[in-house]
T-cell receptor, first 114, second 113 residues
Framework: AQSVTQLGSHVSVSEGALVLLRCNYS??????LFWYVQYPNQGLQLLLK??????LVKGINGFEAEFKKSETSFHLTKPSAHMSDAAEYFC????????????FGDGTTLTVKP | NAGVTQTPKFQVLKTGQSMTLQCAQD?????MYWYRQDPGMGLRLIYY???????DKGEVPNGYNVSRLNKREFSLRLESAAPSQTSVYFC????????????FGPGTRLTVT
């Protein structure tokens, strides 16, 4: 079984401030973890993924995430927010079983204030 | 490469009407998925097809049927639409049954009145 919890449905930061979006997972076997971004009226696109190699994963647009097994977390960070980062972000977990289906979190809407 | 395409982009139905949402991918992926997205509820899996010729129920299959027409195409049918099916529908594909990343279409916004 697998599940994902995203803490905070809405996060607001000022332009240039640190972005931190939280994701905790639960899985019975080693997980594969993903962050997707969804811009308004578009589909989801992959931001970054953890597949059991390096625990610190770098993605597109300056985002990165760190896999912490002891905390069952995979939080997404970016040192300095840009206005263009305003979007909805989804954390997802997938296992190497059950046809590799993904379970998505409820999403976090990021607002960036000028 | 067009990636994953979906038609139509928007649709309004009356209660009881039927319709089929079309999805196609040109990445030679084996697995395809249909999700619905509702505010505050993330993405919920309706049906998936792990490979050509197979389909399975996801988390919320009631009121829907699917057809994996060939490796490229995976359609979702609403036989008798209900207001509870008002949602945004996304099709996605991925390479195979291993936990690869998924590639999403642009979505279909469906309103049932």
């Amino acid at each position: 079984a697998q599940s994902v919890t995203q803490l905070g449905s809405h996060v607001s930061v000022s332009e240039g401030a640190l972005v931190l979006l939280r994701c905790n997972y639960s899985s019975s076997v080693p997980p594969y973890l993903f962050w997707y971004v969804q811009y308004p009226n578009q589909g989801l696109q992959l931001l970054l993924k953890y597949t059991s190699a390096a625990t610190l994963v770098k993605g597109i647009n300056g985002f990165e995430a760190e896999f912490k097994k002891s905390e069952t977390s995979f939080h997404l960070t970016k040192p300095s927010a840009h206005m263009s980062d305003a979007a909805e972000y989804f954390c997802a977990v997938s296992l190497n079983t059950n046809a590799g289906k993904s379970t998505f979190g409820d999403g976090t809407t990021l607002t960036v204030k000028p | 490469n067009a990636g994953v395409t979906q038609t139509p982009k928007f649709q309004v139905l009356k209660t009881g009407q039927s319709m089929t949402l079309q999805c196609a991918q040109d990445m030679n992926h084996n697995s395809m998925y249909w999700y619905r997205q509702d505010p505050g509820m993330g993405l919920r899996l309706i049906y998936y097809s792990a490979s050509e010729g197979t389909t399975d129920k996801g988390e919320v299959p009631n009121g829907y049927n699917v057809s994996r027409l060939n490796k490229r195409e995976f359609s979702l049918r609403l036989e008798s639409a209900a207001p509870s099916q008002t949602s945004v529908y996304f099709c996605a594909s991925k390479k195979g049954t291993a936990p690869y990343e998924q590639y999403f279409g642009p979505g279909t916004r469906l309103t049932v009145t």
